[in-house]
């Protein structure tokens, strides 16, 4: 599922702000990464999703990256899923504070 986010609720111009994108799996693997890593070390059988996204530098810092996340767990094409993992950039202190 990819969407590309918009601002349509401010009733002026709309303006694409940014992109989310989830894939979703019947199962998450879990792995152990690095030059001495192991790899896939076990699965959680749970249906999961795999979240991306991305602001536009000059839009960001306005919440819409919490906006994004927060509409994308309500779309009826993820319902089922129970485990969601997003890599995030430890200096992305909004995103590491997003619920």
Known sequence: MRRAATDSWRGTTMCQF??????????????????????VMSVIDEPSGAIAYVIDPALRRRGYG??????????????????????????????????
Request: aromatic residues 8%; proline residues 7%; hydrophobic residues 40%.
């Open 18 to 39: 940014g992109y989310v994108d989830c894939g979703t799996f019947d199962q998450w693997p879990t792995w152990e990464g690095g030059s001495d890593g192991r790899g």
């Open 66 to 99: 919490t906006d994004m996340i927060l509409t994308l767990l309500k779309v009826p094409e993820v319902e089922h899923v129970v485990l969601f993992a997003a890599g995030i950039e430890p200096e992305n202190i909004a995103s590491v504070r997003c619920p």
